[in-house]
């Protein structure tokens, strides 16, 4: 079973080309696992969004990438960098081998996506 | 290879919380969704098939009779059978949606349940588990 949970936050960022940039960005976090048996759910889905919370929005809602976090010191973001963060980020942050992929989108035309 | 996805909506109520526990420990796993009254959801579904046609599967027709019917405009637990001990999570919902329509659609082959339950969530079932 796959249970996908939707987050949308803005932050801007400084792309290669020195242009700064910045987007509403939307973030499909999709996990894989088994239902348990007993509560009929793979995920407390208030868990899930506690730890998108804590590991995306409180990080990079409503900041630089470049200037308000430390990921992006010495290398210029891009859409592709940013969603390999977010990937590794909510992968240390869940139990082992539940997140199966993220879609994260800067606008409408574009979606990057990282899975295992 | 050839996918269609057909896609459904039902709007549909329901209380997630076992009947065999308490409400302190249903309102413990499943928070504000324990609520005894019932919540309801715009539920849309997207049903994915290969190896036949509209032509060959008079899908809607199929939905409509198994899934609409039953799901539609119902409190869940309490006027479908199926749910009467279960607990309709999404994840519930959209493996009795595969059960119930998997040997219905034949010859075409259900490849994919995806329940929609709001904006933000959403679950997809493809027939198994995944190996942990």
Known sequence: MLITRRLEFSASYRDPSGATRGHNWELEVTLSGPVDAETGMVIDLKDLKEVMEREIEARFDHRSLNDDTPFFRDRAPTPEGFAALVFELLDKALPSGLLHRIRLSPTRELTIEVGR | ??????????????????????????????????????????????????????????????????????????????????????????????????????????????????LVETSNNSVEYFGSEPQR
């Not at chain 2, 050839?2 to 997630?16: K, N, P």
């Not at chain 2, 019932?38 to 849309?44: C, E, F, L, Q």
């Not at chain 2, 509209?54 to 059978?81: C, F, Q, S, T, Y």
């Open chain 2, 1 to 114: 290879m050839i996918r269609s996805i057909r896609r459904y909506e039902f709007s549909a109520a329901h209380v997630l919380a076992r009947p065999d526990w308490s409400d302190a420990r249903n309102r413990a796993v499943y928070g504000k969704c324990a609520n005894p009254s019932g919540h309801g959801h715009n539920y849309r579904l997207e049903l994915t098939l290969e190896g036949a046609s509209g032509a060959d599967v008079p899908l809607d027709a199929i939905v409509e009779k198994r899934v609409l019917r039953e799901l539609d405009a119902r409190l869940l637990n309490r006027e479908v059978p199926a749910f009467a001990r279960l607990v309709p999570t999404a994840e519930n919902i959209a493996r009795h949606i595969w059960d119930t329509l998997f040997d219905a659609l034949a010859p075409a082959r259900l490849v994919g349940v995806r």
